[in-house]
């Protein structure tokens, strides 16, 4: 993938329309399938280890103290992380600087600028 370098006040930016084209999008659509295959690991190590804390708690001693069980704790913060790779790997997170600029995506920032 190629890096140039941003626009100078001489350059206007304009979109990839060159030969490069189906090979950034052809990449960025690989990064978005090993996005969604990591997600679906990580999502199954989540319930695998969760599950298996849970039950030695639930085996051990449950005392919770006047608090929430501690298996809770790695829950909510693992799961956390693991939504925001979700939104990630499923959603319209933030695109990448690398993605290809698409023409709709131009048409819409016009729209935007004029207020509309």
């Not at 085996?59 to 790779?85: E, H, K, T, Y």
């Amino acid at each position: 993938m190629a890096v140039t370098a941003p626009p100078t006040d001489t350059q206007t930016p304009t979109a990839t329309t060159d030969a490069t084209m189906p090979d950034d999008a052809r990449e960025y659509a690989i990064a978005a399938l090993k996005r969604k295959r990591k997600f679906a690991q990580d999502f199954a190590a989540y319930f695998a280890v969760n599950g298996l804390l849970w039950a030695i708690w639930a085996i051990g001693d449950r005392s919770m103290n006047g608090s929430i069980p501690w298996p809770a704790w790695v829950s909510m913060v693992w799961g956390f992380f693991l939504a925001l790779d979700g939104w990630r790997a499923y959603s319209r997170w933030p695109t990448s600087p690398n993605a290809p600029i698409t023409e709709a995506e131009i048409k819409r920032e016009i729209e935007r600028s004029r207020g509309g």
